[in-house]
């Protein structure tokens, strides 16, 4: 082949070079494939230099993802890359290792199946997958009741607090389901299960609590939902079921607050999905959803292909895609255990502790994250009259620390928050080095006039002034909201959060 020839003869000619860059002469295109090859050095030195750029994934804080797996798992990980998950049949043991992983978790989660039955669940490549098949199954459940009743099936909704991971605004608008949404106030800022039950009617598919708020990491109180829910079941006689998003929490309570009331130990809880790439301790890409029982999961939304020699039972949004994270979540499965979870995830709660304590210390911080949940300290100002937490998210960047400052949902806009999410690669002295490092960043801010030195002294002058003409002058509450509306205008509406 020419081209194979020509590319031979540039690598060849590379070799005398030093840098792979300088056999690029033109800047590589944006938007339309190069017309030309170029050496595969010089492909991986152009891509390699861009990705410089990044910041550091141990030092994105904003995120719940994984960030670091044992070399023998990378590996593993590595030598499946190329393995197509869905390939059954051809990957046999690869579809086996899938099997065993929904069984861990189903009685990780107390699901009531006997040690020789097989669990009702499925992988995912995130809880945002896991979630619309669990929506999906709620959804043609209610629905076939509906029908068989004789009544309209046309407007379902769900009840969420307004807390909730996008996702579930995802669902709601792809699959045609209202989302009735409960409102959080200043200092509860998780779902209110009494506001929950209140809103739920004969339409509603299912109830969704959150165990493990994106926003403070709080677990709500499922246990009290279900005892609510059920009440209003036997007086209306509706049988709402409830879905447990457990994509932050569902590897943490099990290990360290094993005794909460939350699973399928609780009779409503008929679904939960938990997040493999999250405190599961994989490489993004994985997800799991959990069935209490076959009944649970209607048997129509189940695809049986026979496409490459055998039946293929499918339930999933997609069709291909990789095998190497269920493997890799099958090693940390085996390679942990029990024990080693529960070592990790109270190693994290320990630093989460130790963070807490010091950014406490500097006596500039209200924390809002409790200490019962997803191991992270989401804090706010004591003082923003001067700078905002958007300014310390900003000014942090330089040190390589990537934390995100945002405002609560309805009706909760005026507080704004920095949250530092502790993962397992997070150690102690990561933790005492960060409160160092904010420390030393309201020290220089405080030293500069307000007029000079922060984002939130511009924004108060944009919003005191209009037109030239001086305005009423506000509250300091009153400022602070419109500053943070002013932020949330910047940022779109969109949500803090990665499923």
């Known amino acids: 082949m020419v081209i194979a020839s020509t590319i031979a003869a540039d690598s060849d000619a590379l070799l005398h070079s030093t840098f792979a860059s300088r056999y690029v002469r033109a800047p590589v295109p944006r938007f339309k494939m190069p017309e030309k090859s170029m050496p595969k050095e010089a492909a991986y030195q152009v891509i390699n230099d861009e990705l410089m750029l990044d910041g550091n994934p141990r030092l994105n804080l904003a995120s719940f993802v994984t960030t670091w797996m044992e070399p023998e798992c990378n590996d593993l990980i590595m030598a499946s890359m190329n393995k197509n998950y869905v390939d059954m049949d051809e990957y046999p043991v690869t579809t086996e290792l899938q099997n065993r992983c929904v069984n861990m978790i189903a009685h990780l989660l107390h699901a009531p199946v006997g040690d020789d039955e097989t669990a009702i669940g499925v992988g995912t490549v995130g809880s945002s997958e896991a979630i619309m098949l669990a929506g999906l199954a709620f959804k043609r459940k209610w629905q076939n009741k509906r029908k068989a009743e004789g009544k309209p099936y046309d407007k379902p909704n769900i009840v969420t607090g307004a807390n909730v991971q996008v996702c579930w605004e995802k669902f709601a608008r792809y699959f045609e389901v209202e989302l009735k949404e409960v409102k959080l106030t200043e200092g509860y800022y998780v779902m209110d299960p009494v506001k929950a039950v ?27 939902l279900n005892e609510l829910l059920t009440k209003k079941n036997e007086e209306t006689g509706w049988n709402t079921p409830i879905h447990v998003d457990a994509a932050s929490g569902g590897f943490i309570a099990p290990f360290v607050c094993p005794d909460l009331l939350w699973d399928f130990r609780l009779p409503l809880v008929k679904s939960i999905n938990v997040s493999g790439h999250k405190y599961g301790l994989v490489y993004a ?15 129509e939304l189940i695809f049986h292909i026979n496409y490459l020699g055998s039946d293929q039972p499918t339930f999933t949004l997609n069709f291909s895609k990789g095998s190497s994270q269920i493997i890799a979540q099958y090693y940390q499965f085996i390679r942990l ?6 070592r990790v995830i109270e190693n994290c709660m320990e630093n989460t502790r130790v963070l807490k304590e010091g950014l406490e210390k500097t006596g500039r911080f209200d924390i ?11 804090f706010s100002l004591k003082d923003s009259s001067k700078y ?11 040190f390589g620390w990537i934390i995100p400052a945002y405002t609560m949902p309805a009706d909760a806009q005026h507080i704004a928050v920095l949250r530092v999410v502790v993962r397992e690669d997070f150690s102690r002295s990561l933790a005492e080095r960060l409160v160092s490092h904010i420390e030393q960043v309201l020290k220089e801010m405080d030293s500069l006039p307000v007029h000079v030195s922060t984002t939130a002294a511009t924004v108060r002058e944009k919003l005191e002034n209009t037109e030239g003409k001086k305005v009423v002058q506000k509250s300091e509450r009153e400022i602070q909201e419109e500053i943070t509306r002013y932020w949330r205008r910047l940022a779109d509406g969109k949500r803090i959060g990665v499923c």
């Not at 890409?285 to 048997?299: F, Q, S, T, Y």
């Not at 905002?388 to 330089?398: A, H, K, Q, T």
């Open 388 to 398: 905002s937490v958007f300014d310390i998210s900003e000014n942090l960047r330089r």
């Open 285 to 299: 890409g994985v997800g799991w959803v959990i069935w209490r029982a076959k009944e649970d999961l209607p048997e």
């Open 337 to 342: 255990g029990f024990e080693g979870y529960k």
């Open 198 to 224: 209140e809103m739920v009617d004969e339409n509603t598919i299912c109830v969704a609590a959150i165990l493990g708020s994106t926003l403070t990491g709080e677990f709500e109180d499922v246990k009290l």
């Open 368 to 378: 809002v994250s409790k200490d019962v949940g997803v191991p992270l300290v989401a």
